[in-house]
């Protein structure tokens, strides 16, 4: 009778620690099918990240990492005012965005923010009319003002270069940069590229040069803004 009840005893005993070890096994499951999730989880994040620097990089073609000047943002709206469309950005690594800050992307200048609040920035295309910048043509050195062109013979926005003398020596294709006389802008920072030659309509002894942007102006997602940059 008594080796019965130690049979039973043990059998008991046995019972409950499997049940206990059962009972571990499956939180320790749980517990690494959560961890697995969380894993998944991560690695998926680290791979959006990822693909968002790649495109950054690959959209403004700067190594920004260090750049104390440079500020990467992206294009978060866009807004009507009388003189054309102004467009919204917003920082990428939280360092603030001020007034007066130069907008470019890879290809060239957008143009300058007028008013910002910590991390956003409102910006002043090169193609609204507000805005002028002054310009040199890269190979002969030949200065002007480059304004936007208000023009019912184009569908694309287009600039102007003007007060340029009519010995000018300016041709089509020829680049346009930033003049160093710029108050706003550094030099040499690409403007457009001339399309055509005018005689401008003030007179017939200067010339007017039409400009296409080097920036595409109606595909803007990734920027640079650049703090100080006079």
Known sequence: MQAVITSA????????????????????????REQVDRLEAEK?????????????????????????????????????????????????????IEAGNMVRTQKGLLGR?????KTVGEVLLVSHTDHAVPGVVQRSGDQGMVYSLESSDYTEPLLQMEKLRGEADVRVGDIIVTSAISEMYPPNV???????????????????????????????DYVLVVRGAR
């Open 9 to 32: 005893t043990e059998w008991s005993h046995d019972v409950v620690v499997s049940l206990t070890r059962s009972r571990s096994l499956t939180q320790e499951n749980r517990e690494l």
């Open 44 to 96: 998926l994040q680290l791979h959006a990240y990822y693909l968002e620097n790649k495109e950054l990089k690959d959209a403004l073609g700067f190594v920004i990492a260090g750049d104390a000047k440079g500020v990467p943002a992206r294009a978060i709206g866009r807004s009507s005012s009388p003189g054309g469309t102004m467009l919204t950005v917003k920082s990428l690594d939280g360092r603030t």
């Open 113 to 117: 923010v007028v008013t910002a609040q």
């Open 190 to 220: 690409p403007i457009g590229v001339v399309i055509r030659l005018q005689t401008a309509p003030a007179s017939s002894r200067t010339l007017r040069a039409v400009i296409k942007p080097a920036a595409d102006l109606g595909k803007i």
